[in-house]
């Protein structure tokens, strides 16, 4: 190969590198093995079903030119309130609801997209129709101080979180418990959620073969849930 060759071809990996866009920079999730769930803490407590209609999941990936985001809807879920506490709960993720947002719906390139986030590459959704979010505890928030708010971008990171929320993720039959800030409001029997961070696609066997290294291991991940007495 020609020298002029070999320059060309660094210089465009030069350039494409260069141009990578980074995952966004948000709060990690602290990623680790299932835990046990108490269920005597949801004794007698007061059972908040979701409203699947006003909750979503939010989803964003990124890849050297550039990234794509989406949501998935909630099929059903409900959350456990004793004395003002949150002490319980369990969501169910519809896998087969995903959405790709940044693509108009009417062109190709969407169905491509939905269509391979959908295959065994990353969700397998004909197999593993649904996701589970299963709430071990919900406790005061305590600041992480290893990296700096300053640091994260504000889209994509919770301003003044309220609480860290740990739970066992199911996805693709693996599960693994993580623990992330959110902000939760309980008041006259309703409760308003939302959280924003990122986990790692690899810990629930997302991998896309040998061109896995084209997209990044981050996945960022949000939601807004909204939850009330049943009627």
């Given at each position: 190969m020609k020298s002029l060759e070999i320059l060309g071809i660094f210089l465009s990996g030069a350039i494409l590198f260069a141009s990578c866009e980074s995952a966004p920079k948000s709060d990690e999730a602290k990623t680790g093995e299932a835990q046990k769930v108490d269920s005597t803490k949801a004794a007698e407590a007061q059972t908040l079903k979701v409203d699947v209609a006003n909750s979503v999941i939010t989803w964003v990936g990124t890849k050297p030119t550039g990234k794509h985001n989406g949501t998935f809807a909630l099929s059903e879920g409900s959350v456990s309130v004793k004395e003002g506490k949150i002490v319980g709960g369990k969501f169910v993720i519809d896998v087969k609801s995903l959405k790709v947002l940044d693509i108009p719906e009417t062109e190709k390139e969407n169905a491509k997209l939905t269509g391979h986030l959908k295959s065994p590459d990353f969700l397998d959704a004909e197999k593993f129709p649904t996701a589970t979010f299963e709430v071990v505890s919900v406790e005061p928030y305590k600041a992480d101080t290893t990296q700096k708010v300053s640091e994260k971008d504000k889209e994509y990171t919770l301003e003044n979180p309220t609480h860290s929320i740990t739970g066992n993720l199911?996805?693709?039959?693996?599960?693994?418990?993580?623990?992330?800030?959110?902000i939760v409001k309980l008041e006259g029997g309703k409760m308003e959620a939302e959280a924003k961070f990122n986990i790692n696609r690899k810990d629930w066997g997302m991998e896309w073969g040998i061109t896995d290294k084209l997209i990044s291991n981050t996945v960022h991940m949000g939601f807004k849930i909204s939850a009330g007495v049943a009627k």
């Open positions: 199911t996805m693709k039959g693996v599960t693994k418990s993580i623990t992330f800030p959110a």
